[in-house]
């Protein structure tokens, strides 16, 4: 019987050494592209990750300031339950505030920081802490239920799958060692463990991390120029510039739980000389690094003396490189310079609030950028 058709193709990849990947249909008269085609998500998907990433670092930003905040007002340990869930609701009457206020009595804070405190004191910096907790809640949300949506669609590269199941992790992991911190200083403290406080903001540092390079993997470099070869030395420094703003930035979190800013306020000197006395009457050195406040305070100095210098280097270095690396690197030198300036009249004022969230946030900006470099490299 003579076809109804003029042609039938069929080439389909199935068969071995076809020549082309399409299969031509004689019954629907359309091409359709194998799964060999289809296997790279298009650029709107990789928009909407991009999108997701950029407001979830943006998120994480403003919890890690809310979080400083927190700290240099002494309104951490306002809230001395953890309820994951009913812990969304605020006290509602004044039976509820009077709870939350003899609760608060019975912690060693209250009898020393905060002694004498009234109910509207108390009620401004609950209020500090219990934003921060929702604060730190919507974060979790934000990190998890796009990732859910996001992969069931598709819309994740199969390469970011696994990285990107890290942030709603860690956001869950975030939140236990949010109250394994604040737990720290309900009995025998009278404020929160500065190493675990440490551990905490390290968590977020690295969520952010995440966040932030995934995106400049999923944003294409506007390089119009031929592409130029960075030095491995170059390479070298961006990645060691990284990771010693990482370590300041930890350092500081040392700095901020034990309250180091407020002791030696003055710049370079620590007392007579530039390296404080305390320094050579040092006999346990574990416990000095992160629990001597005046060690900490002179270990942050040099670290963030030390990190400024080599990330002002390493944007000479890069002066001849492609230009989004001069751009990274140019942004990351001018971010540090205002962040040590920062950081000095911060110090030199003894710790006004407005000075250490500045200080704080441009770190961030520091590690953003350095960050940036090394994905540019």
Avoid: K
Avoid at 114 to 121: D, F, N, V, Y
Wanted: aromatic share 8%; net charge positive; glycine share 8%.
């Amino acid at each position: 019987m003579q076809d109804r058709y003029p042609f039938h193709l069929n080439l389909s990849p199935g068969r071995r050494g076809a020549a082309t990947p399409f299969h031509v249909s004689p019954f629907i008269h359309t091409i359709h592209p194998t799964n060999a085609m289809t296997t790279s998500p298009p650029l709107q998907t990789d928009r909407a990750v991009r999108r997701w990433l950029i407001i979830s670092a943006l998120a994480v930003v403003v919890a890690v300031v809310v979080g400083g905040i927190t700290r240099l007002t002494d309104s951490g340990l306002s809230i001395t339950e953890w309820r994951p869930i009913s812990g969304i609701f605020p006290p509602l009457n004044s039976a509820d505030w009077d709870t939350a206020y003899q609760q608060f009595q019975q912690i060693p804070q209250a009898q020393t920081t905060h002694r004498g405190i009234t109910m509207e004191s108390f009620q401004w910096i609950y209020w500090w802490e219990w934003f921060h907790r929702m604060l730190a809640r919507l974060v979790g949300v934000i990190l998890a239920l796009p990732y859910l949506v996001l992969r069931w669609r598709g819309a994740i590269r199969p390469a970011h799958r696994r990285r990107l199941l890290l942030l709603p992790i860690l956001a869950a992991t975030q939140g236990a060692l949010g109250w394994w911190m604040v737990s720290s200083g309900l009995v025998d403290r009278i404020s929160v463990s500065p190493l675990r406080l440490t551990i905490h903001l390290g968590v977020a540092l690295v969520i952010l991390c995440i966040c932030i390079w995934t995106m400049l993997e999923l944003t294409p470099s506007d390089d119009s120029s031929p592409p130029r070869t960075t030095s491995p030395a170059l390479q070298r420094g961006l990645i060691a510039g990284f990771v010693l703003t990482f370590v300041t930035l930890l350092s500081g979190g040392l700095v901020a739980g034990l309250d180091a800013g407020l002791i030696y306020n003055s710049f370079p000197r620590m007392g007579p000389g530039i390296v404080p006395e305390e320094y050579s009457r040092i006999t346990n050195w574990w416990q000095a690094v992160h629990q001597h406040p005046v060690i900490v305070q002179f270990h942050h100095r040099v670290l963030a003396v030390l990190t400024a210098g080599l990330l002002v280097a390493l944007a000479w270095a890069a002066r001849h490189a492609a230009p989004s690396l001069r751009r990274a690197t140019a942004v990351m030198a001018g971010i540090v310079l205002i962040q040590v300036s920062l950081g000095i009249a911060t110090l030199l004022l003894q710790v006004p609030v407005i000075l250490g969230v500045l200080h704080q946030l441009t770190g961030l900006g520091v590690l953003s950028a350095a960050l940036w470099g090394v994905q540019r490299r």
